[in-house]
């Protein structure tokens, strides 16, 4: 399945579930996750959204990993499979 399906799905679970699903684009900074995921709690989730095949770039693990290192929950979810156990998680409020 293509990364823009993936995406879709998971901008329409969040707000099924009272949530936000915002594109992030952060100019001047290469590697930032697809996507900023505002959940009903107030929580923040950062999301990176690939094909089941998909690879993170060398910039992106970095950017990533700094981001991690500030605190920051930031999910790399592969495909279908890993977009629907997060909108279960966030159903259940394990987020």
Known sequence: MEEKRVERHLVEGIKR???MCLK??????????DRVVILSNGRVVFAELKTDVGRLS??????????????????VLYGLKDVKAFIEEVRNNEV
């Open 58 to 75: 060398k910039i992106q693990e970095h950017t990533i990993s700094e981001m991690r290192r500030r605190g920051a929950d930031v999910r």
């Open 17 to 19: 579930l009272g949530g």
């Open 24 to 33: 992030f684009v952060s100019p001047g900074t290469s590697g930032v996750p």
